[in-house]
């Protein structure tokens, strides 16, 4: 009988986590220049709101990623020990790239809600600083107000 080789199964798991990351993210929200703005100024704006927006949900996008590695290594630490605990040696191999497979393939799930939520808050942060430097932003209106103002007694 042939013995079991993990290392593909260990590959394409390695495969799957690096797919399952978060990268760069770029803005999902049309925004227009501001009247009588050239474009120069609102490509300049562009470049700095990306960068503001990146920076500010970097500590999240790090967490989302850290969270999809320590599925598929968790995952591969329980299938190895549930493989070695029914079939010794070589059930513990071939559980160890099972489950690095299942826990990767979870952590690919997981990433990709949090790649959707993280894409929210990105284009939230961009608008914000677009609408800031003065560049028309949908759904943003100058000196319209969800409540009157506030009129002293």
Known sequence: MKPFDPR???IVAAALM???CVGQMAPTVAVMPGP???FDAFSA???VCRQYADSQIAP???QANASTVGSGLLGAALGA???AA?????GAAIGAASGA?????YGVANAQMAGLSLQQQYDVFYSQCMYGRGDQVPGYYPGQYGLPPYRPY
């Open 45 to 47: 704006d562009q470049a």
């Open 101 to 105: 497979a299942i826990g990767t393939s």
């Open 8 to 10: 593909p199964a260990g």
């Open 86 to 90: 029914v079939g010794g040696g070589r």
């Open 81 to 83: 020990g549930v493989g």
């Open 18 to 20: 690096l797919t399952a």
């Open 60 to 62: 999240l996008r790090d």
């Open 36 to 38: 009588n703005k050239p």
